[in-house]
Structure formats: structure tokens, C-alpha cells
């Protein structure tokens, strides 16, 4: 399905009924499509709401940045739209900056939160730099520049790799440079983490070459009701590394929202 809001066509599908709403924001260059294994395999009856983020999948790619927070307003307005009151709102990696920024502006319509593989804290220089010249790169180049050299850090495993480089390459310039210039610009989130006060699931792969499981560790100790998933022989993207057990966990952090 497809829906214009908040000025962007936005592309979602809802799956089954049970519980509170679980919805889930796929992280940079990548789309909806990830997480089809571990929601067949762990939460199939589970209400579920998947959603391409502006610029990836099927959504619309608008030119201009992507700040963090008009990526929350977006799924904000699907809420709005599907007639959802509030939601546990998870997100992998970009996706988990985009909860949080969610966190920050609409706390009255959080129930729940998840950060599979993200970070609270901003870009440092370096990183905003290094931002920057992913851009001009694209912008010099193509989509396969920024595949070429993310798909490889994702995961250790040949295969999915591959179907990261695909999904990547599918995404538009223009969605993957809004993304980059949004995601360069987002504000440092720590200070926030102690006022979510909603069940929190933060997940960390122990090969995870982009957020330390160090890193992870002391993001989920400053969330009041924080619960920290390490996962073993796990990379950056547990939904296809393992899904069961990113999938268990998911459903733990709903029976804490659905008491
Ligand atoms: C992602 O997987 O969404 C990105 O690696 C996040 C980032 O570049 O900070």
C-alpha cells in the first residue's frame, strides 16, 4: 500500500492483530523487505506495521535533507492515518535514530521502543565529514558507491551481503543523500534516554563492525526500563543473521507492553 503524508508518498503494510501495534523502520539503503524472515518466523500473528522510510523502498524520494525528525513526523502521520493511538516504535540502526527522534517529539504515543543495532549519541566530526564525502561521492558517482562500501561492513556472511548490496543499489540518490545530510545533522540523544520510561529493547550484534556492542551496552543501561539483547556471531543486521533470536526478543519487549 501506498499513501500520500506529510507531503511524501509513503509506501506500509500492516500484518496480523495481535497486541499492541509493533512497528518496525528498516536502517540506511535498505527497506520493509528485511524484516519478512524474522516476522515469518517469530511474529506472524503479532500486529505488525512495516514501513519504507522516505527515499527507500517503494516511498517517495523528495529532494532536500531527511532531518531525523521529519522522518518521525512521517511515521507519526501513518499512525495517524492507520488509526493507531500508540505503538512500540523500533528501529535497526538509521531506524533507531528515527525512534528516537519519535521518542523526543511524541512521547504520549509511545508504549514500547527498540533499538536493534543504533545509537544514541550524534556524529562525531570525523563521521560528519566522512557524511559529507559519501555525498559528493554519489553524487559523482552512483547509489553502487555507498553499496560497495557498506554492504561489506553489515555482516560477515557472503550471501547477505549480497542481498544488501541489491536492496542498496535499488535505493535512489536522492534517498540515500536526504538520509546521509539527516542523518549528519541529527542532535546527540543521551540526555534524552533517562525520560523514556516505556519497555525498552536495545539489541547488539558482537561482530558488529558500526555500533559496539560497548557502545550498545551503555545506551540500554541509561533507559529506565532498558533490557539489552547481545547477540552472539551476530553483525549489523540481526533480522537476517538471526532472526528467531532478534524475533524472541522482539516478542519479549510486546509481552512487557501487553503486560
Ligand atoms: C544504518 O545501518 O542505518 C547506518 O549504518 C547508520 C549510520 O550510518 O549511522
Redesign the pocket.
Known sequence: MKVILNGCGLAYEVRGEIGIPLVLIH??G?NRRFWYEMISSKLDKSHVVLVDVRGHGESDAPKGSYSMSLLAEDVLALLDYLGIKKAIICG????GYISLAFAAAFPERLAGLGLITSRARADSEIQRQNRYALIEKIQRESVAALAAS?APR?TKNAALVEQAYKIIIETPAQGIIGAAYG?AERPDRMDLLCEIKVPSLVVAGEEDQ?VSIAEAKHLAEQLPQGIFLPIAAVG?LPMLEQPGTLGDGLLLLKNQVDG
Do not use: A, K
Not at 535497526?92 to 531506524?95: K, T, V
Open positions: 536502517g540506511f535498505l535497526h540502526s538509521m531506524g557498506l553489515l542523518m558500526i549489523h
